[in-house]
């Protein structure tokens, strides 16, 4: 599958096909079952890319447990008013534990990227020893930090809509989470590779760089994208 049809199938699955689903079906089936249609589908997609890059590490396992927990969240809501403010908690959920790992001095996406490097037949102990140096650990420490403002932003929002306008904040909802998404993926994308940057001066290993072929270096960026746009 090519990269710009990937990118449309992912537009269409989270972004258009929900608010299709939301226009046309909602009247017929209500708006609790039209909402977890709407999930099943980005479920299933997310579920493909996980399988395509069948790898099996901590950040394979955040990604799909996040996944998994989020469905399950919306499945028990059991009303459509219910499930916006679940997913609205889950985000004040999501925006502490990201504070937390980097009070603890493990950045959730310094880990992302850990796992990516180690991916591209990387020494795991000697990369993580570069990735911790203060440089490119102050890179990881801020995108969490900024995914974690992210998660309260969007929170604090969603309260704010659904109080004044119920359930039609899911149109907003959506057209929010994809906007978010869109502009953090980007920069935790770019603060990743420049981390990566600053880790190399420091020290120089005997692997494969990021980049090689232009083939590999595709399927590694659409990883890269795979593994930040999910969090």
């Given at each position: 599958m090519t990269k710009r049809l990937l990118f449309l199938l992912e537009l269409f699955i989270y972004l258009i096909?929900?608010?299709?689903?939301?226009?046309?079906i909602r009247d017929i089936i209500g708006d609790f079952p039209t909402m977890i249609c709407s999930?099943?589908?980005?479920?299933?997609?997310?579920?493909?890319?996980y399988y395509k890059t069948r790898e099996f590490n901590l950040t394979a396992l955040l990604l799909m447990g996040n996944l998994i927990i989020d469905f399950l969240i919306d499945i028990f809501s059991q009303?459509?008013?219910?499930?916006?403010?679940?997913?609205?908690?889950?985000?004040?959920?999501?925006?502490?534990?990201?504070?937390?790992?980097?009070?603890?001095k493990r950045p959730i996406f310094l880990l992302f990227a850990l796992d990516l490097i180690v991916m591209d037949g990387n020494d795991r102990k000697i990369n993580k020893e570069m990735l911790y140096r203060p440089g490119p650990l102050k890179v990881f420490n801020l995108l969490t930090l900024v995914n974690s403002l992210k998660e309260l932003v969007s929170a604090f929002t969603m309260m704010y809509l659904i109080k004044?306008?119920?359930?039609?904040?899911?149109?907003?909802?959506?057209?929010?989470?994809?906007?978010f998404s869109f502009i953090l993926s980007l920069i935790s994308i770019f603060g990743f590779l420049y981390a990566y940057k600053l880790a190399n001066e420091i020290v120089t290993i005997k692997k494969s760089p990021l980049y090689g072929s232009r083939q590999t270096s595709c399927f590694k960026l659409e990883t890269i994208y795979y593994f930040f746009c999910n969090n």
């Amino acid at each position: 599958m090519t990269k710009r049809l990937l990118f449309l199938l992912e537009l269409f699955i989270y972004l258009i096909l929900p608010l299709l689903l939301w226009g046309t079906i909602r009247d017929i089936i209500g708006d609790f079952p039209t909402m977890i249609c709407s999930s099943l589908f980005g479920v299933l997609f997310s579920t493909y890319r996980y399988y395509k890059t069948r790898e099996f590490n901590l950040t394979a396992l955040l990604l799909m447990g996040n996944l998994i927990i989020d469905f399950l969240i919306d499945i028990f809501s059991q009303s459509a008013i219910r499930l916006l403010w679940n997913s609205t908690f889950y985000s004040l959920g999501l925006a502490f534990l990201y504070l937390l790992s980097v009070l603890i001095k493990r950045p959730i996406f310094l880990l992302f990227a850990l796992d990516l490097i180690v991916m591209d037949g990387n020494d795991r102990k000697i990369n993580k020893e570069m990735l911790y140096r203060p440089g490119p650990l102050k890179v990881f420490n801020l995108l969490t930090l900024v995914n974690s403002l992210k998660e309260l932003v969007s929170a604090f929002t969603m309260m704010y809509l659904i109080k004044n306008f119920g359930v039609e904040a899911y149109r907003f909802d959506i057209l929010l989470d994809q906007a978010f998404s869109f502009i953090l993926s980007l920069i935790s994308i770019f603060g990743f590779l420049y981390a990566y940057k600053l880790a190399n001066e420091i020290v120089t290993i005997k692997k494969s760089p990021l980049y090689g072929s232009r083939q590999t270096s595709c399927f590694k960026l659409e990883t890269i994208y795979y593994f930040f746009c999910n969090n």
